[in-house]
C-alpha cells in the first residue's frame, strides 16, 4: 500500500508560480499512474492533471492546459505539479492520488490511495 504526502502549497498573487510536490512511500513508485486533483471550498473535487505509469503520457483539464505541468521522479519516488500564471479561481486544496489500474486517469473513482492534500491560496 502506498502513502502519499503533498507539500509546496501556500500563498500566491495572481500571476505568479507555486511547484507542488506529492512524496510517495510504501509501494514501486513507477508502477502506478498519478494524478492531480482539486478540490475549492463548496465545490466537488475536480481533476487537473494525470501521468501514467509506464508511458508517461499526461493529460490536463482544459482549466490548467498550458498553465500547468505534472511531471514525476520515479528514482525520487516523487511526482510534482508546477503551477504557473495562476489566478483566483485555481485556490483550492490539492490532492495527489495514485492507482495500479491500467487507467486513464482522469476520474476519482480510477484512483485508489490520495493524499491529505496541501493548500493553494490565490490572491488577486
Known amino acids: 500500500q502506498v502513502r502519499l504526502v503533498e507539500s509546496g502549497g501556500g500563498l500566491v498573487q495572481a500571476g505568479g508560480s507555486l511547484r507542488l510536490s506529492c512524496a510517495a512511500s510504501?509501494?514501486?513508485?513507477?508502477?502506478?499512474?498519478m494524478g492531480w486533483f482539486r478540490q475549492a471550498p463548496g465545490k466537488e473535487r475536480e481533476f487537473v492533471a494525470t501521468?501514467?505509469?509506464?508511458?508517461?503520457?499526461?493529460s490536463y483539464a482544459d482549466s490548467v492546459k498550458g498553465r500547468f505541468t505534472i511531471s514525476r521522479d520515479n528514482a525520487k519516488n516523487t511526482m510534482y505539479l508546477q503551477l504557473n500564471s495562476l489566478k483566483p479561481e485555481d485556490t483550492a486544496v490539492y490532492y495527489c492520488?495514485?492507482?495500479?489500474?491500467?487507467?486513464?486517469?482522469?476520474?476519482?473513482?480510477?484512483?485508489?490511495?490520495w493524499g491529505q492534500g496541501t493548500q493553494v491560496t490565490v490572491s488577486s
Open positions: 510504501g509501494g514501486t513508485f513507477s508502477r502506478y499512474t
Open positions: 492520488a495514485a492507482t495500479l489500474g491500467l487507467t486513464l486517469g482522469v476520474s476519482i473513482s480510477e484512483y485508489d490511495y
Open positions: 501521468i501514467r505509469r509506464i508511458s508517461g503520457s499526461t
